[in-house]
């Protein structure tokens, strides 16, 4: 069993910078692969970002590609998204994940993941 608790979102300016942290439990959070989903006011949950236990492999978005970073520290038991250059379109509720995909397609995926977090909300000004 996992639980993930997301933090850091907040109101920020078109262009300006977040960093959402996701702190995990349990010792078995390095055997997981991590991934952020989003979803916005009336719209399906969305993938932003994947990486798997080991950071040797990460997933994007293309539309987050080139302005948000995803990464882990499994010695914090945490996950983290910098986002930078953030665009109004970039707010809803982030979510992080935890999960083991069968296969490297299978990041992108919400039902890869089997643990999630209640989410964060960040909202993005113009």
């Known amino acids: 069993q996992v639980q993930l608790v997301e933090s850091g979102g907040g109101l920020v300016q078109a262009g300006g910078s977040l960093r959402l942290s996701c702190a995990a439990s349990?010792?078995?959070?390095?055997?997981?692969?991590m991934g952020w989903f989003r979803q916005a006011p009336g719209k399906e949950r969305e993938f932003v970002a994947a990486?798997?236990?080991?950071?040797?492999?990460?997933y994007y978005a293309d539309s987050v590609k080139g302005r948000f970073t995803i990464s882990r520290d499994n010695a914090k038991n945490t996950v983290y998204l910098q986002m930078n250059s953030l665009k109004p379109e970039d707010t809803a509720v982030y979510h992080c994940?935890?999960?083991?995909?069968?296969?490297?397609?299978?990041?992108?995926?919400?039902?890869?993941?089997?643990?999630w977090g209640q989410g964060t909300q960040v909202t993005v000004s113009s």
């Open positions: 994940a935890a999960g083991r995909p069968l296969y490297s397609d299978s990041h992108y995926y919400s039902s890869s993941y089997d643990y």
């Open positions: 349990g010792r078995t959070f390095s055997t997981y692969a």
């Open positions: 990486l798997t236990w080991n950071s040797n492999y990460v």
